[in-house]
């Protein structure tokens, strides 16, 4: 079974993606939509919050979890990786969506100027910044952070003209820096996708966060047997949030572009 965690509801982006490229696994999305949005949160109470949905995950029959979170991948996940699972859970991982989109970019040589919107706590943190230089440090990285996107794309607020007015502004530093390739650096983000291609234009490329994610999992099962997921023929997903069940059915509805009868509400 694999897990997948949000601080509320933008994984779902990822969860939609990982049901178009591997669509016969078994899933469990965890949406902490009551301590939403974890952007504007200290790296402590990101890491904390964090270990306690990893702890959910593990105890629910998970045998790998995916951080759909950036905010929470920036803040927690190596921490998580280098301290919690080897104490608590040897022999389990734990991924987040940062290292994917990396590898996408420094694929082309060709890319040298490379620009970033997320969530404060993402952007603050330069996890981004800092994981580029590794790969390529001649690399020109100018970041931006967008923190009222996620509150208005939660609101229902994504075809608004104030919306995009708002994008408009958060972009226009990065379309002025002529950036090559734009990394949506919150999983909230494909919701906006075709304004922020549209504002951007065919000069920069908008990476498809979602499936380049999904095609990253889909290498990782292949390389990684011990975890023994395989496909299964009568697929289950489950559904928990730390919020009102109803809200997350009709949200998760505009993400997923399908109907989800079962939500469970859960205490982290």
């Given at each position: 079974m694999i897990g997948v965690f949000d601080s509320g509801l933008?994984?779902?982006?990822?969860?939609?993606?990982?049901?178009?490229?591997?669509?016969?696994?078994?899933?469990?999305?965890?949406?902490?939509?009551?301590r939403a949005p974890y952007g504007g949160r200290s790296q402590d109470t990101i890491y904390r919050y964090t270990k306690?949905?990893?702890?959910?995950?593990?105890?629910?029959?998970?045998?790998?979890?995916?951080?759909?979170?950036?905010?929470?991948?920036?803040?927690?996940?190596?921490?998580?990786?280098?301290?919690?699972?080897?104490?608590?859970?040897?022999?389990?991982?734990?991924?987040?969506?940062?290292?994917?989109?990396?590898?996408?970019?420094?694929?082309?040589?060709?890319?040298?100027?490379?620009?970033v919107i997320g969530t404060r706590a993402t952007i603050e943190s330069d996890a981004y910044k800092i994981e580029l230089k590794k790969l390529n440090p001649d690399l020109e990285i100018f970041q931006t952070s967008a923190p009222l996107l996620v509150?208005?794309?939660?609101?229902?607020?994504?075809?608004?003209?104030?919306?995009?007015?708002?994008?408009?502004?958060?972009?226009?530093?990065?379309?002025?820096?002529?950036?090559?390739?734009?990394?949506?650096?919150?999983?909230?983000?494909?919701?906006?996708?075709?304004?922020?291609?549209?504002i951007m234009t065919k000069r920069c490329l908008v990476l498809n966060s979602g499936e380049i994610i999904a095609q990253s999992l889909k290498d990782y099962l292949a390389r990684h047997l011990e975890y023994k997921i395989s496909p299964v023929k009568n697929v289950n997903v489950n559904f928990f949030t730390t919020d009102d069940t109803e809200r997350f059915r009709a949200m998760a509805k505009k993400f997923l572009d399908v109907d989800v009868e079962k939500i469970e509400k859960v205490c982290l």
């Open positions: 933008g994984g779902l982006t990822v969860l939609k993606s990982f049901l178009r490229v591997l669509p016969d696994y078994n899933y469990i999305y965890l949406g902490d939509s009551a306690e949905a990893v702890d959910f995950l593990f105890a629910q029959g998970c045998e790998l979890i995916i951080i759909g979170c950036n905010s929470a991948s920036a803040q927690a996940l190596k921490k998580i990786q280098q301290e919690y699972l080897p104490k608590k859970y040897p022999g389990k991982n734990v991924l987040g969506v940062i290292r994917p989109l990396i590898e996408e970019i420094t694929k082309d040589e060709n890319i040298k100027r490379v620009g509150p208005l794309i939660e609101e229902s607020w994504s075809k608004q003209p104030e919306t995009k007015k708002i994008l408009k502004k958060y972009l226009r530093p990065l379309k002025t820096k002529q950036v090559q390739v734009l990394i949506p650096a919150c999983t909230h983000y494909p919701i906006l996708f075709k304004e922020i291609k549209k």
